[in-house]
């Protein structure tokens, strides 16, 4: 690793938001001793002497756009399957349809394996690479599991994946073909949760599940870095995001105030709003309630399977977003799903996966009532390819 | 529709490479009198005022940085779903394993839609859309369904879409959410192209099919600037292209005929390898016996579903270019596509379609048999995501 001074990186330490320990980020980290999550935090004086809109700009529009805010000193182990920023898509038919007049959709299924799973995994594989980690276990509904066994199998770090059965099979497919080790698990992610913490206290793998190592939602920050270079620096209103773990969600947010500590957007933040599916809607429960953290979602069940997420680990951290922001949290039904769906592919052809047309679906709803107001900016993250999902067979094409 | 003064395209006229026939390009087209495809004819010295290395440089890396060898006058009727320039990806463990140390893969599937038939649509949807065409009609193997009816549903333009029962179930959702009438067909696609011909005939509709109409060449085009720009100018020594009607293959030669007339690059064409599968090479059989023209393969079948193309209209433009740059043409059957699926993956955590791991089977088989020399520079087109096929199901994941 090249010392401080050379590195791309302005990485300073890892903290704790629970009990506000603090770690050096030079080993290998995954919880805090308090159980909760770690967060990485940086010399924003450091990065500000380098990290400009102008020097942004000149930069390749890869994820490393912004790299004085990402945790990777050395770009040799920057992996990379040739992703790059994701287009912001205005929808403005299926927005005239349901009164939002300047709608768009964040496209995250150009991303590599087809899904925002790939920001996470280019981060995080990279940072595991820099780490020296050489193997690393995780569950999963299935995007991520392709993302960061693709991404690990690039870098030549071994993947042990445990998947519920009912996720989708390209996944199975996918994590297979790049040599992942792959195991499918009875119910859902919680369970297959309980089958990586096995492997992980008995052959002590490196575990790469969702917040139990700080990097993955750094690289999930680009998602927000992206969205406030292309809304000019003046972010939108309203950003709706389809809420499983929620680590999209809380990384947007990490990006926007860091990048307002450093001046290069305001200190307003976007309404976030949370979308679940009513077959598994854990923090619209705790939303509604005021409460500042999950509880388990018994029967989770939802088309879209990425959604099927009971207790997300990063629950407080996801509704202390929507508070601050002055968002909310709202639940859509399977119907409403897959109308979502077909109106936007068919108003102004954009193809979605199901947790990406929730959003749809909950702005609609959001507009109706009067949340979402006149000429607010909406921007809604379709997080993956429509491929990227269990098909449902048509009954006549 | 801007004057030629202003207009973003060189474009001039219509030639046909038969009979050597002249057409202005001013309204609808279709295939020349003589029943051969037209080409677009471009004024290339009027291109070469503004068309620059520099420029190109500075300009948004989407698919109209070469605009002025692209058909489309006013910047207007482009019509877009984000595609932007794809990364060409270094394989250097599966190189290894075969003796290739300078291989690349360039990823296709990066595009909207998932495939290079996007580039097709955006501009060939884009030039209709500025022609004024209100539906078209086109057989497809899948993927050129799902990016025309994604780009012509963006454009308002209605799509009526043929292909065979036993094309890629993914395909046919996508066509049908996005509004496109889809009509499933017995056979190959020869025999959805022979459906499609009768609406044609019945209704008037504009015929989108392979080289029917002048334009959708022109976006292939794309990826034969890109490739230029992505080499530094200098084109590799070989390009391996999975081969069904052929139309990138000649989308390739056009472009870096067209870049080097400009003097952006030197006369030297890549060695070009059209690859097709053993159960379906029509253009291989005609090229092992010199001939100019292919005949029809009876009885096509093979996983690499693309490919099951048995005469493909502009078989004679692929022949010309394979015989031109001296290149060759290479069958490989379907369990030599399915290893080479596996190796890319595997070794590289490269995902691709069977059309584009059959690349791979092509070039490990000209390595060995010293057709590829040592230190040639090899870059294999993956033209799709892994998950735009038929998936075969794993016995135990």
Redesign the interface.
């Known amino acids: 690793m090249r010392s401080p001074v050379t590195s791309d990186s302005a990485l300073a330490e890892l903290a704790c938001p629970k009990c506000d320990a603090r770690l050096a980020p030079s080993v290998v980290t995954q919880l805090c001793a308090c159980g909760s999550p770690l967060l990485a935090r940086y010399d924003l004086e450091r990065a500000a002497a380098t990290l400009t809109r102008q020097a942004v700009r000149e930069r390749p529009d890869d994820l490393w756009r912004f790299h004085e805010l990402l945790p990777v000193h050395d770009r040799a182990h920057r992996v990379?399957?040739?992703e790059?920023a994701?287009?912001?898509?205005p929808v403005p038919r299926a927005g005239a349809a349901v009164g939002i007049s300047r709608l768009c959709v964040k496209?995250e299924?150009?991303?590599?394996?087809?899904s925002f799973k790939a920001r996470g995994a280019a981060v995080g594989v990279s940072k595991a690479s820099e780490l020296g980690v050489a193997a690393f276990a995780m569950p999963t509904n299935g995007n991520a599991g392709s993302a960061w066994?693709?991404?690990?199998?690039?870098?030549g770090i071994e993947a042990f994946i445990a998947m519920p059965k009912g996720a989708p099979?390209?996944h199975?497919?996918?994590?297979?073909?790049?040599?992942a080790h792959?195991t499918?698990v009875e119910g859902v992610i919680s369970d297959a949760a309980a089958v990586v913490a096995g492997w992980v206290r008995e052959r002590g793998l490196f575990d790469a599940s969702t917040l139990k190592e700080p990097y993955r939602i750094e690289g999930k920050k680009t998602l927000g870095f992206e969205i406030a270079e292309q809304f000019a620096w003046d972010p939108p209103e309203v950003i709706v995001y389809p809420t499983g773990g929620g680590v999209g969600l809380i990384g947007i947010v990490k990006a926007l105030d860091e990048l307002a500590r450093l001046g290069l957007i305001g200190e307003r933040l976007p309404r976030l709003v949370a979308v679940q599916a009513a077959g598994c809607a854990p923090i619209v429960r705790a939303w509604q309630a005021g409460l500042r953290e999950s509880t388990f979602w018994e029967g989770a069940r939802t088309i879209a399977f990425g959604l099927t997420v009971p207790k997300a680990i990063g629950d407080f951290l996801v509704l202390d977003a929507l508070y601050r922001s002055g968002g909310c949290a709202v639940a859509v039904d399977d119907a409403a799903i897959l109308a979502a769906?077909?109106a936007l592919?068919?108003?102004?052809?954009?193809?979605t996966c199901p947790e990406g047309a929730a959003t749809f679906a909950a702005a609609s709803e959001l507009r109706r009532s009067g949340w979402i107001r006149d000429g607010d900016r909406v921007l809604l993250i379709n997080t993956g390819?429509?491929?990227?999902t269990t098909?449902?067979?048509?009954r006549s094409?």
Chains 1, 2 share one sequence.
């Open positions: 990379s399957l040739g790059r994701t287009p912001t898509l496209d299924s150009l991303l590599p394996t087809g066994s693709a991404y690990g199998r690039r870098a099979p390209i199975r497919i996918e994590c297979a073909l790049t040599g792959v499918l769906q077909a592919a068919r108003d102004d052809g954009v193809l390819a429509a491929r990227n098909l449902v067979p048509l094409a």
